[in-house]
T-cell receptor
């Protein structure tokens, strides 16, 4: 089955610097790659996603890149701000036949943005 | 307001005492899922449901049961809870992934369960 590995587990950056979180996946059938942000004590919320027919997607200060050949995707946050401090989860999913759909999450990255 | 709700939000119980965590969504979503979140392990899927009366195991289904008798509700049942089920549980829902192959999952607020 699908396995998603996420690195690093913790990341500390200075405010204004960029942050990059990387994930690899194992199932070549995976076709959807969302990123969720979870603030302390809150529920995970989708911040950006990418589909397998797209190599890069941007939304203001965040961007995601996908390399299908290497089976890895990354989250890039530019001009980081203290409110970006949170745990970030990558995930990969695949639609299989008519009876299976799973969203497999990475183990999470705790991002700390130092003022 | 479109939302996913869970109850209770916090629960402390003892080993072997059956419990149910309820999940309800008002967005007419076909797909619903339960996850548990443990430090260093991320979110692991317990069970999911593609639609009413259609459920399937996720990656960590042992010790849990679910049912989907109505579209809006997807309760998680622990018949005989054990300490290793102490965790933070999230319910999530989305429109059917079959329609587009991908759909944003909306998470409930979480239920923190402690089994003594």
């Amino acid at each position: 089955g699908e396995n998603v590995e996420q690195h690093p587990s913790t990341l500390s950056v200075q405010e204004g610097d960029s942050a990059v979180i990387k994930c690899t996946y194992s199932d070549s059938a995976s076709n959807y790659f969302p990123w969720y942000k979870q603030e302390l004590g809150k529920r995970p919320q989708l911040i950006i996603d990418i589909r397998s027919n797209v190599g890069e997607k941007k939304d203001q200060r965040i961007a995601v890149t996908l390399n299908k050949t290497a089976k890895h995707f990354s989250l890039h946050i530019t001009e980081t701000q203290p409110e970006d401090s949170a745990v970030y989860f990558c995930a990969a999913s695949s639609v299989l036949g008519d009876s299976s759909y799973k969203l497999i999450f990475g183990s999470g990255t705790r991002l700390l943005v130092r003022p | 307001e479109a939302q996913v709700t869970q109850n209770p939000r916090y629960l402390i119980t003892v080993t072997g005492k059956k419990l149910t965590v309820t999940c309800s969504q008002n967005m007419n979503h076909e797909y619903m899922s339960w996850y548990r979140q443990d430090p260093g392990l991320g979110l692991r899927q317990i069970y999911y449901s593609m639609n009413v009366e259609v459920t399937d195991k996720g990656d960590v289904p042992e010790g849990y049961k679910v049912s989907r008798k109505e579209k809006r509700n997807f309760p998680l049942i622990l018949e005989s809870p054990s300490p290793n089920q102490t965790s933070l549980y999230f319910c999530a829902s989305s429109f059917s992934p079959w329609l587009a192959g991908y759909n944003e999952q909306f998470f409930g607020p979480g239920t923190r369960l402690t089994v003594l």
